[in-house]
């Protein structure tokens, strides 16, 4: 089985800490991606990345940044945590490059006081 | 069973009814077609999927329709029981994009 995991389930950081929040999937998946999800907006994609080193920005990038230096792993950087950052934070996986299932996290609460 | 309008945020049905969850995407460029359900304090799971070269597919108990022509997708799933209860999500890919989701459905069983 394909299995995604995310470094914390819940995270309480402060206005203006630099937050990282890691994904890391073991199927040796190519593309990585990181959504966050608010009521009523459903699943917004924030960055996502087809390859090492690579990365593309998805919907809503402002703010944050991203970091694929191994294949395994994907993360998701807020340079300066602002209350409207408080979100729940997913992470995906997909083997090939369009035209298939990607594979969930479990969520990062992140909440930002 | 009961059917629902585009884009209802809920949907409530009784056990052993049939549900319809529709869903308009936005890309007539969108080739491939997916449906999520996310339990609470999960992420989502995916349940069916479909190309555009098809209309309809059918997995354990539910089914995906696909209309281009209106670009309407729905899922319909038989004989609903309690543990269907969930947000479902429909969501388009047009190749070499990523997954693009809707808002999302609640579906809530009673029983």
């Known amino acids: 089985d394909v299995k995604v995991t995310q470094s914390s389930r819940y995270l309480v950081k402060r206005t203006g800490e630099k937050v990282f929040l890691e994904c890391v999937q073991d199927?040796?998946?190519?593309?990585m991606f990181w959504y966050r999800q608010d009521p009523g907006l459903g699943l917004r994609l924030i960055y996502f990345s087809y390859d090492v080193k690579m990365k593309e920005k998805g919907d809503i990038p402002e703010g944050y940044s991203v970091s694929r230096e191994k294949k395994e792993r994907f993360s998701l950087i807020l340079e300066s945590a602002s209350t409207s950052q408080t979100s729940m934070y997913l992470c995906?996986?997909?083997?090939?490059?369009?035209?298939?299932?990607?594979?969930f996290g479990p969520g990062t609460r992140l909440t930002v006081t | 069973g009961e059917s629902v309008g585009l884009h209802l945020p809920t949907l409530s049905v009784q056990e052993g009814d049939n549900s319809i969850i529709n869903c308009a995407y936005s890309?007539?460029?969108?080739?491939?077609f997916i449906w999520y359900k996310q339990e609470s304090g999960k992420g989502p799971q995916f349940i069916i999927d479909i190309r555009s070269n098809m209309d309809k597919r059918q997995g354990q108990r539910v089914t995906v329709l696909l209309n281009k022509t209106v670009k309407h997708l729905s899922l319909q799933i038989a004989a609903t029981q309690p543990g269907d209860s969930a947000v479902y999500f429909c969501?388009?890919?047009?190749?070499?994009?990523?997954?693009?989701f809707g808002k999302g459905t609640t579906l809530s069983v009673s029983s």
């Open positions: 890309n007539s460029a969108s080739d491939y």
């Open positions: 969501a388009e890919n047009q190749a070499g994009t990523a997954l693009i």
């Open positions: 199927m040796d998946h190519e593309n």
């Open positions: 995906a996986s997909r083997m090939l490059r369009g035209g298939d299932e990607q594979y």
